[in-house]
Nanobody, 124 residues
Framework: QVQLVESGGGLVQAGGSLRLSCAAA????????LAWFRQAPGKEREFVAA????????YYADSVKGRFTISRDNAKNTLYLQMNSLNFEDTAVYYC?????????????????WGQGTQVTVSS
């Protein structure tokens, strides 16, 4: 069973950048699709970005396209989310997710494993 541990969240001013990391503990990311989701206060958890195994295909929510970049280092079993040009609406708890199928999807229910989340706060 894969355990996911996120890090890299924090407080940043609008227009700034952060890079989130998600490490696999007790397992590997081999053959897993990986994704980032986020949940703002009072809102449902929403898809941010996904990465497929093998093909390197990536998918983004329209709200982050062109500002966020998802990447993975399979040798290090680590997933990243580079976030640039942050704005107040990006404030949320960010979650890493993994599914035991190689292709990514924006569907929340398709993921088998979740991290505990890391808080990102953007000040205006």
């Amino acid at each position: 069973q894969v355990q996911l541990v996120e890090s890299g969240g924090g407080l940043v001013q609008a227009g700034g950048s952060l890079r989130l990391s998600c490490a696999a503990a007790g397992g590997t990311f081999s053959s897993y699709a990986l994704a980032w989701f986020r949940q703002a206060p009072g809102k449902e958890r929403e898809f941010v970005a996904a990465s497929s195994w093998g093909s390197g295909s990536t998918y983004y929510a329209d709200s982050v396209k062109g500002r966020f970049t998802i990447s993975r280092d399979n040798a290090k079993n680590t997933l990243y989310l580079q976030m640039n040009s942050l704005n107040f609406e990006d404030t949320a708890v960010y979650y890493c997710a993994a599914r035991r199928i190689y292709y990514g999807t924006p569907l929340r229910g398709a993921y088998d494993y979740w991290g505990q989340g890391t808080q990102v706060t953007v000040s205006s």
